[in-house]
Nanobody
């Protein structure tokens, strides 16, 4: 099992920045990919970013490319999501997820481990 705990959410004005953190514990040696997803009530989870734990390769959808950056600290078992130029449509609960070798970075259904989520609210 891998346990994930997110932090860093909050309220920010449009155009501002936030940095989310995710701390992983447990069987972290089995982690192959780390991802961030977001969800609003009544909607599906939306892919935000992912990173290959060993190689550091990153993946983003067009909606956040150039504004968001995912990074990891292997020594501390942490992954970060730097969010810049935030927009009201970025408002959501953000979830950290950990995947194994079978995980497809942008596919939420292939991640076996999830954090509890952290709320991000962007005011206009």
């Amino acid at each position: 099992q891998v346990q994930l705990v997110e932090s860093g959410g909050g309220l920010v004005q449009a155009g501002g920045s936030l940095r989310l953190s995710c701390a992983a514990s447990g069987r972290t040696f089995s982690v192959y990919t780390m991802g961030w997803f977001r969800r609003n009530p009544g909607k599906d989870r939306e892919f935000v970013a992912a990173i290959n734990w060993s190689r550091g390769s990153t993946y983003y959808p067009d909606s956040v490319k150039g504004r968001f950056a995912i990074s990891r600290d292997n020594a501390r078992n942490k992954v970060y999501l730097q969010m810049n130029v935030l927009k009201p449509e970025d408002t959501a609960t953000y979830y950290c997820a950990a995947g194994d070798s079978a995980t497809i970075p942008s596919d939420a259904s292939t991640y076996p481990y999830w954090g509890q989520g952290t709320q991000v609210t962007v005011s206009s």
